[in-house]
């Protein structure tokens, strides 16, 4: 299993970053971050500095958002859409997306689903449950 470290994950991003600002050739796993990167102009600053990057601690208690775990999560549900994991996702996210105007929209609908889900596991040292998980996006997608 994949499983980077903190400074891995800040590196991937901040150079995935670069590369795209100077026009390298980019792996296809950074071609969907450099568009998720591209799709989040609020992060661009913290992923141009590379030292500052490694060093920052985010903290939610002062209001401050996490770019590297919200474009992991990015990542994360991307590649789930790709391969329909679990069952049915895709779907609900073309509903989520036509019900809220935009696939970003929807992802980060799906987002705080995956984080509610997580969270859960967290809580109860168990696995996540993914039926719990698409139920809460299905819910996302049919509310009114």
Same mark, same amino acid.
């Given at each position: 299993m994949f499983n980077p470290s903190r400074d891995e994950v800040r590196q991937f991003f901040t150079e995935t970053w670069r590369k795209q600002r100077q026009g390298e050739i980019l792996t +296809? *796993? =950074?071609a969907i971050a450099a568009d998720w990167? !591209? =799709?989040h102009p609020e992060y661009h600053a913290e992923l141009t500095d590379t030292e500052a990057a490694q060093a920052q601690d985010y903290s939610p208690e002062r209001g401050q958002t996490n770019p590297f775990l919200h474009l992991s999560m990015h990542l994360a549900i991307t590649e789930q859409l790709s391969i329909d994991q679990p069952p049915g996702i895709r779907a609900a996210h073309e509903r989520l997306a #036509? &019900? *809220?105007g935009s696939t970003h929209d #929807?992802?980060?609908a799906i987002m705080e689903c995956l984080g509610e889900t997580i969270w859960e596991?967290? &809580?109860t040292g168990m696995p +996540?449950? !993914?039926d719990a998980y698409l139920q809460r996006i299905e819910r996302r997608a049919t509310r009114d």
């Open positions: +296809p *796993l =950074e990167i !591209t =799709e #036509a &019900r *809220l #929807a992802q980060h596991a967290q &809580r +996540p449950d !993914t």
